[in-house]
C-alpha cells in the first residue's frame, strides 16, 4: 500500500519488507501540529520521520507499520490529549510519537502513562518531561541542553557582564530563561531583566519589551522564543530598534536561528550567536548526504531543520525498538530497547540516557555568518555529547 504523506487521520500501512511468515503490524499514533502557524513544524517532523522509512525499508525487522496521525492544532495540550486518548483507546497503538509543544506532552503523559503506552517526543523541550511517566523517551533536545551551555559561553567567551533575558511566557521559555540564567550567573553575570514576552500561539509585537532590554543596556540580550515564525520578528526588531549598535549581543538557543527561517531574517542577522544541536549547514558526511536525500524527495528549494532531523532520528529509535521486540510491542520492552540506543545521526552521535531517557548530542556554537547571498551557519565550538543540565544537576522540578 502507498504510504499517505499528507492526510492527517488516515492510516497507512507501510510494507517495509516482503512480509515474514510471523511478520507484526506494528500501529504508531502520530500526534503532531499540521494546520494553523505551526503547520510547517508538523511538516518538518513528518517528513524526517517519511524519509528515514524510505531510506531504510530493512530496519523495521520485517515487521510493517501504520502510521495513525492527528492533528494537534495548537499548543494548548487538550486537542493532543483528546488525540492520545482516542488513538489509545479506540485505535489501540502500540506506540506514540511527535508531539511539537510541550504542554501537548505534558497534557498526554498522565493518559500514556496509565495505559503503559511508549511515547516518543520528536520535539517538546521542557527538560522535566520524561519525570512524568516512566513511559517516555526523548529524541529532541532539552531546553537546558542549549539554555545552561549558552550562560556559560556569554560570560566566558562572548564577554558579557550583564545580560537580559526574554522569554515566551509557556513552560520552555521558563526553562530556557532558568538555563541561561543559572550558567550565566555561575561564571559571574548578572541578569538585569528578565521578561515575559506573550506566549506561544501568536507573535506579539516585540518593540516595547526589546525597547526596555535597550535602556537597559545590557552586554547580551538572550531570548527563547518557539521556532517557527516569532524568531523572524525578534531579528526584525532587534534590527529596527538598533540595539546592535547599542552594542547589545543578540544570543539565545537555535530555535531563534532555525535553518528554514533564515532566509526569511534581515542580513543583520549576521553575527547571531545561538547553541543548538543541529543546523542543515553541518559540514559533516552524514549530514551533506542527509540534506541532498531531503532535497531529492521533498524539492530542491527545501532544507530540513532540527524539527526535521528530530523526526528522522525519532523514527530510527522506534525501528531499533521494534525490531528489538520481534515487533512485538510493550511499554517496558519499549523503554529497554531505547535505554542506552545510540545512531548515528545527521547532527552526530546521539544516544538516550538509560538513567534519564533523555537525549545526549553534541551541543555546538552556532554564528550567523552572510556569505554567499545567504544568511547561513558556522559552527565556532562544540561542547562534547551533553547530558541534560537539569537533571544532572537536580534543579527544581528536575530533581523529582
Ligand atoms: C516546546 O513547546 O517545547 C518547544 C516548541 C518549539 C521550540 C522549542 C520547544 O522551538
Redesign the pocket.
Known sequence: MKFNRLLCGVASIVGLMAATANAETVKIGVVLTYSGGAAELGEQIDRGMNLFIDQNKDAFGGNEIELIKRDSKH?GGDIAKTAVQELITREKVDLLAGF???PNAMASAPVINQAKVPMIIM????AWIPSLSPYIARVSFTMWQSGYPMGEYAAKDLGCKTAAVGFTDYP?GKDSRDAFSTGFEKFGGKIVESLPMGG?REVPDFTPFFQRVKNAKPDCFYIFV??GNHAVSVVKTFTSLGMDEAGIKLIGPG?ITQDTKLQEMPKEAAGMITMHHYSADYKTPANIAFVKAWKAAYGDDTIPDFMGVAGYDGMAAIAHAITAQNGKITADGTMKALAGWTFDSPRGKISIDPETRDIIQDENVHKVVWKDGRLGIEVIGTIPQVKDPCKANAIGKCAE
Open positions: 499548543p511539537i509543544f510541550s520535539n517538546a523541550g521542557t520552555p506561544p518557539p521556532a530555535d
